[in-house]
């Protein structure tokens, strides 16, 4: 599913708090943002894989299914729009890693700064408005639509978090060049402050998807010390 055309960035909030949901839906509307809100895990999966969004602000405590089974479900489809999770003051590191490895693009922990939470909000839809349209790539067996933020392997779909899409997406884009890991997070992360060398797991969980052997890639290869390039 790709986002269409439309004057206002579509934001679906599964949230079931009551204040939380109306303070977060006050505050994307103020920037103008078209908002859907869902208050239990399964309508908010219904909404998300029938309808077109640009961004998923996604709560783990939600009542019916909860946020982790809904963001694995929506990757699952080959849906990928960013996820930005919320997660309890008292959930630990595990929960978070757990978020990031089902598909989450970031994550915020409650209770949050509201200029926190809409700066990483609107550094992932600038993520999502810089892919070209109507842009389809073969590598080997892989097919990337640009376009549409889709990618098959020997014809079936594959699920990519909206990160990994986009840094395929920027290796498509400077095939032929290698492709500094600083240049990556300008390009990637953009405002989201990280190390480097944290670009390498995703490298890593993008090579278990797309490549033949994960262990001896030919699609991303490894340029040692500097970053990554697209395989001849």
Same mark, same amino acid.
């Given at each position: 599913?790709?986002?269409?055309?439309?004057?206002?960035?579509?934001?679906?909030?599964?949230?079931?708090?009551?204040?939380?949901?109306?303070?977060?839906?006050?505050?994307?509307?103020?920037?103008?943002?078209?908002?859907?809100?869902?208050?239990?895990? $399964?309508?908010?999966?219904? %909404?998300?894989?029938?309808?077109?969004?640009? !961004?998923?602000?996604?709560?783990?405590?939600?009542?019916?299914?909860?946020?982790?089974?809904?963001?694995?479900?929506? $990757?699952?489809?080959?849906?990928?729009?960013?996820?930005?999770?919320?997660?309890?003051?008292?959930?630990?590191?595990?929960?978070?890693?757990?978020? !990031?490895? %089902?598909?989450?693009?970031?994550?915020?922990?409650?209770?949050?700064?509201?200029?926190?939470?809409?700066?990483?909000?609107?550094?992932?839809?600038?993520?999502?408005?810089?892919?070209?349209?109507?842009?389809?790539?073969?590598?080997?067996?892989?097919?990337?639509?640009?376009?549409?933020?889709?990618? !098959?392997?020997?014809?079936?779909?594959?699920?990519?978090?909206?990160?990994?899409?986009?840094?395929?997406?920027?290796?498509?884009?400077?095939?032929?060049?290698?492709?500094?890991?600083?240049?990556?997070?300008?390009?990637?992360?953009?405002?989201?402050?990280?190390?480097?060398?944290?670009?390498?797991?995703?490298?890593?969980?993008? $090579?278990?998807?797309?490549?033949?052997?994960?262990?001896?890639?030919?699609?991303?290869?490894?340029?040692?010390?500097?970053?990554?390039?697209?395989?001849?």
């Amino acid at each position: 599913m790709a986002a269409t055309p439309h004057d206002r960035p579509a934001i679906l909030i599964i949230e079931d708090d009551d204040a939380i949901l109306a303070a977060l839906r006050g505050d994307m509307e103020f920037e103008g943002f078209a908002v859907t809100t869902a208050q239990d895990g $399964r309508r908010g999966l219904e %909404l998300a894989t029938s309808r077109v969004f640009d !961004l998923i602000i996604l709560d783990i405590l939600l009542p019916r299914m909860n946020g982790f089974e809904v963001c694995k479900r929506i $990757r699952e489809r080959g849906i990928a729009i960013p996820i930005l999770m919320l997660t309890a003051a008292k959930t630990d590191e595990t929960d978070k890693v757990t978020g !990031l490895e %089902l598909g989450a693009d970031d994550y915020v922990t409650k209770p949050f700064g509201m200029r926190e939470l809409m700066a990483r909000v609107k550094a992932l839809l600038r993520r999502g408005a810089a892919v070209p349209k109507s842009k389809t790539f073969s590598l080997g067996d892989v097919v990337v639509d640009l376009g549409r933020r889709e990618v !098959l392997k020997a014809g079936r779909p594959v699920h990519l978090t909206a990160l990994e899409f986009d840094v395929l997406r920027l290796l498509i884009e400077r095939r032929g060049e290698v492709v500094t890991r600083d240049e990556m997070l300008d390009a990637v992360w953009n405002e989201t402050v990280v190390a480097p060398r944290s670009i390498d797991p995703h490298i890593v969980h993008l $090579r278990r998807k797309i490549e033949d052997d994960p262990a001896q890639p030919r699609l991303i290869v490894s340029v040692r010390s500097v970053g990554y390039k697209l395989g001849d």
